[in-house]
């Protein structure tokens, strides 16, 4: 099972889901990572905001914020390979990288549809 590291830009909190108007796309990622990790996929999510230091300290994801600076945010680094930069994963890459299928994440996804799309009872 590969190690999938997802460098965010700056965001209001550490998934982003947060304030009146929630970005779908966040809540997706957000989902989808709540669902992998409690399959045991292991995915650190990095943001600019609250862990700069993550970014100084990885060499590639530093090496592209000074080429390309923050626009190339988000950047998903599998098994220390840099292999997504300005948009997260989809569901057919969360999959392929975590060896969960595409049908796993989407049932868990749709489970979880009227909620926040973190833990049970609760938002991120």
Same mark, same amino acid.
């Given at each position: 099972m590969s190690k999938i590291e997802i460098f965010d830009p700056a965001m209001c909190c550490a +998934?982003? @889901?947060?304030g009146p108007g929630i970005d779908q796309e966040l809540l997706r990622v957000a989902t989808t990572v709540n +669902? =992998?990790?409690?399959?045991?996929? +292991?995915i @650190?999510?990095?943001g600019l905001s609250? !862990?700069?230091?993550?970014?100084?300290d990885n060499k590639k994801v530093n090496e592209y914020l000074m080429k390309e600076?923050? !626009? /190339? =945010?988000?950047?998903t @680094? /599998?098994?220390? !390979? /840099? /292999?997504k930069t300005r948009s997260y994963p989809t569901a057919d890459e969360f999959a392929q990288w975590s060896g969960v299928s595409k049908d796993e994440i989407a049932a868990a996804a749709a489970e979880?549809?009227?909620?926040?799309?973190?833990?049970?009872g609760g938002c991120c």
């Open positions: +998934t982003g @889901i947060c +669902t =992998l990790t409690k399959k045991g996929v +292991t @650190i999510r990095y609250s !862990e700069p230091q993550a970014f100084v600076e923050v !626009e /190339v =945010l988000p950047i @680094i /599998v098994d220390g !390979e /840099v /292999v979880k549809e009227n909620g926040c799309g973190c833990d049970e």
